[in-house]
């Protein structure tokens, strides 16, 4: 059984680019979870879907970053004219039921803004 | 504002010493958990506890939660090189999404 998988792993963009993080859950999840890691710091939660519903975005930003997970394919975390602040990790989460319940991480892609 | 804080930041052992690691919270909890992370990668998770529990065990771990003084503990009893990792607790402070704090970074030295 195959771990959560994003992609890409490292994704480098110039200012005023887009970037699309990709994660796959686990197979048998239907509840995705995106957080952000700057440097030195814990992880901040973003946003939490369930397939074809966004449930709760209330840590994402209200301009330029959008999250979606279609009835088909992966959760897509994409952030539109990015900026340096935007450079961090991006980790996706899964779980197999609604929270609270342990989650299961995927391994993250560092953005890197420049 | 981080809702878990851990502490102390930072954490350097020689190999069969026990590491303990402390996590403080404000608000009422439902559950805490304990996550290890590598350097450069995902975060595993280690152990969740309920508010009404107040001790659990997995293999070298032990975790602790005081709900009366909003704090949990994470013991690891004869540490080896491999536990060296940031070690995060995430608490879900009334609402169900885990919030972590910034994390112990535990090294052991061999």
């Known amino acids: 059984n195959a771990g959560v998988m994003q992609n890409p792993r490292h994704l480098v963009r110039r200012r005023g680019q887009e970037a699309r993080l990709r994660c796959s859950p686990m197979?048998?999840?239907?509840?995705v979870y995106w957080y952000r890691q700057l440097p030195e710091e814990g992880l901040k939660f973003m946003v939490y879907l369930q397939k074809e519903n966004i449930i709760d975005e209330s840590g994402m930003p209200k301009e330029r970053f959008s999250a979606e997970f279609p009835k088909e394919g992966p959760s897509i975390l994409r952030i539109q004219q990015v900026v340096r602040g935007d450079s961090a990790a991006y980790f996706c989460?899964?779980?197999?039921?609604?929270?609270?319940?342990?989650?299961?991480f995927g391994p993250g892609t560092r953005l890197t803004v420049t | 504002s981080q809702q878990g804080e851990e502490d102390p930041q930072a954490l350097s052992i020689q190999e069969g010493e026990n590491a303990t690691m402390n996590c403080s919270y404000k608000?009422?909890?439902?559950?805490l958990q304990w996550y290890r992370q590598n350097s450069g990668r995902g975060l595993v998770h280690l152990i969740l506890?309920?508010?009404?529990?107040r001790e659990k065990h997995s293999g070298r771990l032990r975790v602790t939660l005081d709900t009366s003084k909003k704090s949990s503990s994470l013991l690891i009893t004869a540490s080896r090189a491999a536990d060296t990792a940031s070690y995060f607790c995430a608490t879900d402070g009334g609402s169900y999404i885990p919030t972590f704090g910034r994390g112990t970074s535990l090294i052991v030295h061999p």
């Open positions: 608000t009422s909890i439902n559950n």
């Open positions: 506890i309920r508010s009404n529990e």
């Open positions: 989460a899964s779980s197999p039921s609604t929270p609270p319940t342990e989650q299961y």
């Open positions: 197979k048998g999840h239907s509840h």
